[in-house]
């Protein structure tokens, strides 16, 4: 059975830091990009960023470079969003996507549900 398990999100203020963690189980980690994606509510769905352990390919979103870094653990099937400066319009629901091959995303092979990140002004 194929999973992505998200986790980590909360409640911060504005300028705080959170680590969201998306762990995976049931296919082949090392041939697949993860990729982090988010949606606020009455907004449409924007991809945050992307790591592929097939390449090592790497993307992210205009909006969170230079605050938001990713990190992939192959021993522990897992990869890390870690969030830095955020702010209150980073609030919203972030979950982690799965495709075979390189960055960026194209489609969602695998999705798992999502953490939910309010940051207060």
């Known amino acids: 059975e194929v999973q992505l398990q998200a986790s980590g999100g909360g409640l911060v203020q504005a300028g705080g830091s959170l680590r969201l963690s998306c762990a995976a189980s049931?296919?082949?980690?090392?041939?697949?990009?993860i990729g982090w994606f988010r949606q606020a509510p009455g907004k449409e769905r924007e991809g945050v960023s992307c790591i592929s352990n097939y390449d090592g390919s790497r993307s992210s979103a205009d909006s969170v470079k230079g605050r938001f870094t990713t990190s992939s653990d192959v021993a522990k099937n897992t990869v890390y969003l870690q969030m830095n400066n955020l702010k209150p319009e980073d609030t919203a629901i972030y979950f982690c996507?799965?495709?075979?091959?390189?960055?960026?995303?194209?489609?969602?092979?695998?999705r798992g549900k999502g953490t939910l990140v309010t940051v207060s002004s």
């Open positions: 049931g296919f082949i980690f090392d041939d697949y990009a």
């Open positions: 996507a799965a495709e075979n091959g390189p960055c960026p995303l194209y489609g969602m092979e695998y």
